[in-house]
């Protein structure tokens, strides 16, 4: 078989992703190689087709053991014989697992780093028939990459003592030394690399000030309910405070962190992919062992500390391909906490350059994606249009009186404040300690009192970034003036700043939303896709797999566009295995057509259903004519709406169409007179006596019965 059809057969899909075909060719050539693609980009595949069309067995590395759960539960309902082999298994568990391998009914093995080199294993090993070693998370085998195991560096062995056998090491993580690393750690021999593009583009980018975040998250939920999302901060506490203002505003949500029992986390993590608990405020320790293909959104409720992180975490979303967001709040102070702790660790410098290139990011007047990208490397041609600069471009202003203000306050004050001092001055505030200190009598006090805080915070954010104002990191955070900053106040340098107001937008927002009622096709396609995410709950529940591994968010979208009421439709749907297919694919069938009978008076809304509609009354019982008058059509028309069924398939008794005599007759006429003449021909033959409907009709069952 080859690779494409083993796609279509046990994934479902058609197409292989850009890179696909290329690996998995170099990787059944007994090839070793190194994979670099993002999050969600199609890793997977690329070594489990080959394991499908190899003899032996595939040994996976993986990290973690949810991970390898969630993998290997995904190839069972696949049809794909899969096990894992790890310390959390009994043993008896382990040694079924190692009968069934020795007895080569296992295509592929999960197994962990501690597991693989340890010496009993080592002895199973040498007695079967090795396929290849797939190494998934190989940046954890790096001390440069950001996730490092030092089980992983034990690898080195593999080639040393199977030196015949391929492997394939693969990555979300892109920078170069950790390539170089990994390569060098397993000794792979002459390596090819894939660097797949790193561009998500069904991920949407959106950064905004962190003002009013639990307002804006409960707000931001909202309009995406039932959807299934993460929400990662920085402390612990957080976790547990962001959850607790949802829940108070009844939105569901848990949260997670390092702090909780084991026990208590792999539950919350459980919950979470089954989609009992759609939403977890987490920390980062959260979602590294996922791969729910159906997380549609990602809010960070604190910048990451770099873009690989940041990247990592919202690549989380929308695994499946379905577009879906993220949210980033952005705000000076976790700059801040990142430096103290970035100047307590070791790497300081590099670390400091890459917090300052996501603090770029986030404060980005030009499309985000292209700066994403940039950042790995590439370069994006166009503007993305998915993030929220491009949607909603800044608008420029003469900034130069904002300017001088600020600046001139700065000076006044000597240089020894930090930005909320300097906005309360600026706003007149009756602060006591800026009566105390006689900050009110500065010439600049309350020059800026028709300028929200929130909106002095974005602008003196982007004099930091034009370079007219400095923070002194050394002296608690104090605003400092520049070179720049004098031209302005003593030369007349103009300044542009960008329009900054938040709530304003934030407004506009609302309004656009709650004007656009949805049309009534959006209803009909909202009313089938939740009838078929509850369907998709149920089996799940009664199988105990998550939903997703039944059929992903993006299969059911297809299905509720498409309609599938039968296999053979519904194997045009991409991401629907003949094993799932089989499985499943009657009840998923039998949803689909009962929305359709139940909306029949939108029959002509749901395009292309419309005999799929006919042919279920049909089978009801009801008459030719009986439908006909349900429907408001013509009796020709549905007869002729039978005839299409009938030849894509259905069973028609040709009973209940018309009497034996009547079919002999027709028969008789196209045996005289042909088909290719069309109807009018055949029904002058017969003197009219015989309704064009069921000439239609007899025609396809002459055309079936004929042999
Ligand atoms: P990674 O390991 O790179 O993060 P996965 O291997 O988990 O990504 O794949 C992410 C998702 O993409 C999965 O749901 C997978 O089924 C899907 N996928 C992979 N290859 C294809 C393809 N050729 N067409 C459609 N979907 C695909
Ligand atoms: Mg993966
Ligand atoms: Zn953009």
Same mark, same amino acid.
């Given at each position: 078989?080859?690779?494409?059809?083993?796609?279509?057969?046990?994934?479902?899909?058609?197409?292989?992703?850009?890179?696909?075909?290329?690996?998995?060719?170099?990787?059944?050539?007994?090839?070793?190689?190194?994979?670099?693609?993002?999050?969600?980009?199609?890793?997977?595949?690329?070594?489990?087709?080959?394991?499908?069309?190899?003899?032996?067995?595939?040994?996976?590395?993986?990290?973690?053991?949810?991970?390898?759960?969630?993998?290997?539960?995904?190839?069972?309902?696949?049809?794909? !014989?899969?096990?894992?082999?790890?310390? /959390?298994?009994?043993?008896?568990?382990?040694?079924?697992?190692?009968?069934?391998?020795?007895?080569?009914?296992?295509?592929?093995?999960?197994?962990?780093?501690? =597991?693989?080199?340890?010496?009993?294993?080592?002895?199973?090993?040498?007695?079967?028939?090795?396929?290849?070693?797939?190494?998934?998370?190989?940046?954890?085998? /790096?001390?440069?990459?950001?996730?490092?195991?030092?089980?992983?560096?034990?690898?080195?062995?593999?080639?040393?003592?199977?030196?015949?056998?391929?492997?394939?090491?693969?990555?979300?993580?892109?920078?170069?030394?950790?390539?170089?690393?990994?390569?060098?750690?397993?000794?792979?021999?002459?390596?090819?690399?894939?660097?797949?593009?790193?561009?998500?583009?069904?991920?949407?980018?959106?950064?905004?000030?962190?003002?009013?975040?639990?307002?804006?998250?409960?707000?931001?939920?909202?309009?995406?309910?039932?959807?299934?999302?993460?929400?990662?901060?920085?402390?612990?506490?957080?976790?547990?405070?962001?959850?607790?203002?949802?829940?108070? !505003?009844?939105?569901?949500?848990?949260?997670?962190?390092?702090?909780?029992? !084991?026990?208590?986390?792999?539950?919350?993590?459980?919950?979470?992919?089954?989609?009992?608990?759609?939403?977890?405020?987490?920390?980062?320790?959260?979602?590294?062992?996922?791969?729910? !293909?159906?997380?549609?959104?990602?809010?960070?409720?604190?910048?990451?500390?770099?873009?690989?992180?940041?990247?990592?975490?919202?690549?989380?979303?929308?695994?499946?391909?379905?577009?879906?967001?993220?949210?980033?709040?952005?705000?000076?102070?976790?700059?801040?906490?990142?430096?103290?702790?970035?100047?307590?660790?070791?790497?300081?410098?590099?670390?400091?350059?890459?917090?300052?290139?996501?603090?770029?990011?986030?404060?980005?007047?030009?499309?985000?994606?292209?700066?994403?990208?940039?950042?790995?490397?590439?370069?994006?041609?166009?503007?993305?249009?998915?993030?929220?600069?491009?949607?909603?471009?800044?608008?420029?202003?003469?900034?130069?009186?904002?300017?001088?203000?600020?600046?001139?306050?700065?000076?006044?004050?000597?240089?020894?404040?930090?930005?909320?001092?300097?906005?309360?001055?600026?706003?007149?505030?009756?602060?006591?300690?800026?009566?105390?200190?006689?900050?009110?009598?500065?010439?600049?006090?309350?020059?800026?009192?028709?300028?929200?805080?929130?909106?002095?915070?974005?602008?003196?954010?982007?004099?930091?970034?034009?370079?007219?104002?400095?923070?002194?990191?050394?002296?608690?955070?104090?605003?400092?003036?520049?070179?720049?900053?004098?031209?302005?106040?003593?030369?007349?340098?103009?300044? /542009?700043?960008?329009?900054?107001?938040?709530?304003?937008?934030?407004?506009?927002?609302?309004?656009?939303? /709650?004007?656009?009622?949805?049309?009534?096709?959006?209803?009909?396609?909202?009313?089938?896709?939740?009838?078929?995410?509850?369907?998709?709950? =149920?089996?799940?529940?009664?199988?105990?797999?998550?939903?997703?591994?039944?059929?992903?968010?993006?299969?059911?979208?297809?299905?509720?566009?498409?309609?599938?009421?039968?296999?053979?439709?519904?194997?045009?749907?991409?991401?629907?295995?003949?094993?799932?297919?089989?499985?499943?694919?009657?009840?998923?069938?039998?949803?689909?057509?009962?929305?359709?009978?139940?909306?029949?008076?939108?029959?002509?809304?749901?395009?292309?259903?419309?005999?799929?509609?006919?042919?279920?009354?049909?089978?009801?019982?009801?008459?030719?004519?009986?439908?006909?008058?349900?429907?408001?059509?013509?009796?020709?028309?549905?007869?002729?709406?039978?005839?299409?069924?009938?030849?894509?398939?259905?069973?028609?008794?040709?009973?209940?169409?018309?009497?034996?005599?009547?079919?002999?007759?027709?028969?008789?006429?196209?045996?005289?007179?042909?088909?290719?003449?069309?109807?009018?021909?055949?029904?002058?033959?017969?003197?009219?006596?015989?309704?064009?409907?069921?000439?239609?009709?007899?025609?396809?069952?002459?055309?079936?019965?004929?042999?």
């Amino acid at each position: 078989m080859q690779s494409q059809q083993v796609l279509k057969q046990y994934f479902g899909y058609d197409k292989f992703r850009p890179m696909q075909a290329e690996i998995i060719q170099n990787v059944l050539e007994k090839k070793d190689c190194l994979v670099l693609m993002p999050t969600g980009g199609g890793k997977s595949i690329t070594f489990q087709i080959p394991a499908l069309m190899s003899d032996g067995i595939t040994i996976v590395v993986s990290p973690l053991i949810s991970l390898m759960k969630d993998q290997v539960e995904s190839l069972i309902a696949n049809g794909i !014989s899969a096990a894992y082999y790890n310390s /959390s298994q009994t043993m008896s568990q382990l040694k079924t697992t190692e009968n069934k391998i020795l007895y080569n009914k296992i295509k592929l093995l999960y197994v962990s780093p501690e =597991k693989l080199v340890s010496k009993s294993f080592y002895y199973t090993l040498k007695n079967i028939k090795l396929n290849l070693f797939a190494i998934d998370e190989a940046h954890c085998i /790096s001390q440069w990459g950001h996730d490092f195991r030092p089980e992983y560096t034990k690898l080195k062995f593999l080639k040393k003592y199977f030196s015949k056998i391929p492997i394939i090491a693969l990555t979300a993580t892109a920078d170069k030394i950790t390539a170089r690393d990994i390569i060098k750690q397993l000794c792979l021999n002459k390596p090819k690399q894939f660097i797949a593009s790193f561009d998500r583009p069904n991920l949407s980018l959106t950064v905004v000030p962190g003002q009013k975040r639990i307002q804006k998250i409960i707000y931001f939920i909202k309009q995406r309910l039932g959807q299934s999302g993460i929400i990662y901060c920085l402390s612990r506490k957080s976790t547990e405070s962001v959850a607790r203002s949802l829940i108070n !505003s009844g939105i569901n949500a848990s949260y997670y962190h390092a702090g909780l029992p !084991s026990r208590k986390r792999s539950e919350i993590q459980e919950e979470f992919i089954k989609d009992n608990m759609q939403i977890t405020c987490a920390t980062i320790a959260f979602g590294m062992g996922i791969d729910k !293909s159906n997380i549609r959104w990602v809010i960070h409720y604190n910048m990451p500390q770099n873009i690989e992180n940041y990247y990592q975490q919202i690549g989380r979303a929308g695994r499946d391909g379905m577009n879906s967001d993220t949210l980033m709040f952005y705000s000076f102070s976790d700059v801040i906490v990142y430096r103290k702790f970035i100047e307590e660790g070791a790497n300081i410098e590099i670390e400091k350059a890459k917090l300052k290139r996501i603090q770029e990011y986030a404060e980005a007047q030009t499309c985000r994606r292209k700066i994403l990208l940039s950042y790995f490397g590439e370069h994006l041609e166009d503007n993305c249009n998915n993030c929220d600069v491009c949607k909603n471009p800044p608008a420029q202003f003469d900034g130069t009186v904002i300017a001088q203000k600020a600046l001139s306050a700065i000076y006044r004050l000597k240089e020894k404040v930090g930005i909320n001092m300097l906005i309360d001055v600026l706003r007149g505030s009756q602060r006591n300690d800026i009566i105390r200190q006689g900050y009110n009598k500065i010439k600049t006090y309350a020059a800026g009192k028709n300028i929200s805080f929130a909106d002095w915070q974005q602008l003196i954010l982007q004099l930091l970034n034009q370079g007219f104002i400095e923070i002194a990191y050394d002296r608690n955070h104090v605003l400092q003036l520049t070179d720049a900053s004098k031209d302005v106040l003593f030369n007349k340098r103009k300044v /542009s700043l960008v329009k900054t107001s938040e709530q304003e937008r934030i407004k506009d927002i609302r309004k656009k939303k /709650s004007k656009k009622t949805i049309s009534r096709k959006q209803q009909l396609y909202n009313e089938l896709f939740n009838k078929l995410i509850s369907l998709r709950k =149920k089996m799940a529940d009664y199988y105990k797999i998550p939903a997703y591994a039944i059929f992903t968010d993006s299969v059911l979208d297809d299905m509720t566009k498409y309609r599938p009421t039968n296999e053979t439709e519904l194997s045009n749907i991409s991401g629907v295995s003949e094993y799932k297919r089989k499985k499943y694919g009657k009840y998923f069938c039998r949803e689909v057509l009962k929305f359709l009978k139940e909306n029949l008076e939108d029959s002509s809304r749901l395009k292309g259903s419309t005999h799929v509609i006919t042919y279920a009354l049909f089978e009801e019982g009801k008459s030719i004519e009986e439908i006909a008058k349900i429907r408001g059509l013509k009796i020709t028309t549905i007869y002729s709406h039978i005839a299409n069924s009938y030849s894509n398939g259905k069973n028609i008794d040709i009973n209940r169409i018309m009497p034996d005599n009547e079919m002999s007759r027709i028969k008789l006429a196209i045996k005289s007179m042909g088909t290719k003449e069309g109807l009018k021909i055949l029904y002058d033959y017969m003197n009219g006596e015989i309704s064009y409907g069921k000439i239609r009709f007899g025609i396809e069952y002459y055309k079936k019965n004929k042999k």
